[in-house]
């Protein structure tokens, strides 16, 4: 029984978002595992953005840097 863990920022996914993302996971499941979507479990985290870095930033400041701001 397969089980995913997405995690998001918390930066305002609708629930058709959300959905969207548990399709895709599913169908990704069902087309390399072979398995039965009833048996997938597909959960999504929505993390605060300051809990998050790339490019040794934290996620707000590198996108101010990439932005020009």
Known sequence: ???VNIKIT???ATKAQKAE???GVTELLQKV?????ATTFVVIDEVEMEHWGVGGL????????????
């Open 10 to 12: 918390n930066e305002g």
């Open 21 to 23: 993302l548990i399709k």
């Open 58 to 69: 934290p996620v707000e400041d590198y996108r101010k840097k990439i932005s020009g701001n």
């Open 1 to 3: 029984m397969p089980y």
């Open 33 to 37: 595992l072979n398995k039965n979507p």
